[in-house]
């Protein structure tokens, strides 16, 4: 278990006799006392089992554990697993073999029936033939039988027989009660941080612990009785909000870490040495990695960097049509994929690009519009004038884009489209009989007609010919909504959360085309609103947008469709609301990736306040790309 260390006399045969279930190497050939055949029982006292908090540390629970057993009356040590009630007290042991000290030793297994770590604990125990013993294991009964452990292999080394071993005639009793006392004069929370061999070599020099003194030197100097306790410093990164990760070490002393959050967490105390440290993801996968562990808390400690998301950050978006360089932001664009010149593009319509208006001001909207190959941006089509939130989407090659908010803060009537070369005026919304601008609006091409429903927190509904954008009515949603995030599925049109006459929703529906109705799904884990959504092969991905504190985040929540259930994803390595995104070749690596572009921390708040006077945050440049 330890590993790349420089440990003092009998290192390895400590080792051996911790593990109680494997036979000790450097045995001498020499045949070794016979064992006796006398048995007796062992009632066990289950201590420091189940959810119990060790510092930062967790003990784990287990059902199932291999049960070791060593002496200097055995011939070799017996292993036996045995499984037990969780949350068991006790445990009894039948077919022991009699003897004096002899150090057993309880290791839990995980459900793959392999060795949990932290999950050790170790004691003495005396049986008597045809009797029943009773014993503890837990965190304070450890230290005696690692010594004792230590005493029985430097016993065979020096092929003693049962009479004459110092194991036999230990005083455990006295020599636990004198460890007690030095824990807390070296203000020691860990009993397993004693180094055993020393303190066995002191065992061998004096017979007993009673006219040593104490068995470390002064408060302030570990060595050599005391291994100086190391902390690992564990940084998680891409952790889904509201997921928890699981951390272990293989050190004996580090049982799982669970719940913990994105960021740093201290790992304390663990033995110096190398280890193995792993993290277990919420979706079960697992990373390694290898810590070295220097001693002394107060000194040093280690630290290991884990990725636990699926989120790579890439350049940020730069505009190319020049050969500039420039990086820009972008916000609230309408955005979906497009051909152009035989290469699909994202193409991202008005939206904010954190421009300042002569007031001061940022304005709401702006004209530009670009097309993102994967690295850079290059230029499409100038809108006649500039909107943010606009609803769209792409129908016979063409670029139909229905109203959105002005650079005033007023709304927009217009209903464009562009085929990459110019952007035409085709006709106006129509609510009501009258001309009326529109904001924030779910729109798709179902079948043979664009979908446009809600916006301006209103139940607008109409279905558009793609090839004449004539207009006729539709089904309106069962909850007006506006900033909502809608996705395709299978020929239905779903949409989660936005903003009501109620306030900010985590409600969702899915559109039918061909009954013409709207069904109630199951909420959003959340209240979100300015999130966008994405299928994944069979789940719907929705990512980012606001909370109902008006917060940016970023939350990426997995819809499934066939289970109507919610699951979680790794999140955004930035939070983030009215991001563009879409699937696309990916130049780095030639593979289909998702895209997630732009967006804002704030940029929400502002405008459901209406504050014209406000300087909104600056929309950002950020490039996100989804590793599968």
Not at 201 to 211: A, F, I, N, P
Not at 219 to 236: E, H, K, M, N, S
Not at 291 to 300: E, H, R, Y
Request: hydrophobic share 40%; aromatic share 8%.
């Amino acid at each position: 278990m330890i590993r790349s260390r420089s440990v003092p006399f009998g290192s390895a045969l400590l080792v051996a006799g911790l593990l109680g279930c494997v036979a000790h190497p450097n045995v001498p050939a020499t045949t070794p006392p016979a064992p006796t055949a006398a048995t007796g029982r062992i009632h066990l006292d289950l201590q420091g089992f189940g959810q119990v908090v060790r510092h930062v540390q967790q003990a784990p629970t287990f059902a199932t554990a291999t049960i070791g057993l060593d002496g200097a009356t055995m011939r070799r040590p017996v292993s036996i697993q045995q499984s037990f009630a969780l949350g068991a007290a006790a445990l009894d042991i039948g077919g022991v073999p009699a003897g004096t000290n002899l150090v057993l030793t309880v290791q839990g297994l995980d459900v793959n029936n392999q060795a949990l770590p932290g999950a050790r604990y170790s004691t003495t125990v005396n049986v008597v033939a045809g009797q029943q013993a009773t014993a503890s294991v837990g965190a304070t009964t450890t230290t005696r039988a690692d010594v004792v452990a230590a005493l029985l292999a430097s016993d065979r080394l020096a092929q003693r027989d049962a009479s004459h071993s110092l194991a036999a005639r230990l005083d455990v009793t006295t020599l636990q009660a004198q460890l007690d006392r030095e824990r807390p004069r070296l203000g020691l929370s860990a009993p397993t941080l004693f180094n055993a061999n020393r303190i066995a070599l002191v065992v061998q020099q004096t017979s007993d612990l009673t006219g040593t003194g104490s068995v470390s030197p002064p408060i302030g100097d570990y060595t050599p009785f005391v291994l100086a306790p190391g902390q690992a410093r564990i940084w998680l990164s891409g952790l889904p909000v509201g997921g928890t990760a699981t951390v272990w070490l293989d050190d004996p002393l580090s049982p799982k870490q669970t719940n913990l959050p994105t960021g740093g967490a201290i790992i304390s105390p663990v033995m110096p040495g190398t280890w193995s440290i792993t993290v277990q993801s919420p979706d079960g996968t697992q990373s390694t990695a290898s810590v070295v562990v220097p001693a002394g808390l107060a000194t040093s400690s280690a630290q290991v960097r884990f990725d636990l998301g699926h989120w790579e950050l890439r350049p940020p978006l730069l505009t190319g049509a020049t050969g500039s360089t420039t990086v820009i932001g972008i916000a609230g664009a309408t955005t979906a994929t497009m051909s152009l010149g035989g290469a699909t593009r994202l193409v991202m319509v008005g939206g904010m690009d954190g421009s300042v208006a002569p007031n001061g001001t940022t304005p709401f909207a702006t004209s530009s519009c670009y097309a993102f190959d994967g690295f850079q941006l290059t230029s499409f089509p100038t809108l006649p004038t500039g909107v943010s939130y606009a609803a769209g989407t792409v129908a016979n090659g063409r670029f139909v884009l229905f109203g959105g908010m002005k650079a005033d803060g007023t709304e927009s009537s217009d209903i464009l489209t562009s085929d990459g070369t110019t952007w035409q005026r085709v006709s106006s919304l129509i609510v009501n009989g009258q001309v009326s601008g529109l904001t924030g609006a779910a729109c798709a091409l179902l079948g043979n007609k664009i979908y446009v429903f809600g916006g301006s927190i209103s139940r607008f509904a109409q279905a558009y010919d793609p090839a004449t954008l004539a207009a006729t009515a539709s089904v309106p949603m069962n909850t007006q909504r506006t900033y909502p995030a809608s996705v395709v599925y299978q020929g239905k049109l779903y949409v989660f959360g936005g903003v009501n006459d109620g306030g900010f929703t985590s409600t969702a529906e899915v559109f039918d085309p061909v009954a013409a109705t709207w069904t109630p799904l199951t909420n959003l884990p959340v209240t979100r609103f300015g999130g966008q959504a994405v299928v994944v092969g069979s789940q719907i991905f929705v990512i980012g947008g606001m909370d109902g504190n008006r917060r940016a985040n970023g939350r990426v929540d997995v819809y499934t469709p066939a289970t109507d259930s919610w699951s979680s994803y790794s999140a955004l390595n930035y939070p983030r609301g009215a991001v563009s995104l879409g699937f696309l070749t990916d130049p780095l690596t030639g593979t289909n990736r998702l895209f997630v572009v732009g967006g804002s921390d704030g940029l929400f708040y502002q405008l459901l306040n209406g504050s014209l006077s406000y300087e909104k945050p600056i929309p950002t440049s950020i490039v996100e790309v989804w590793r599968p």
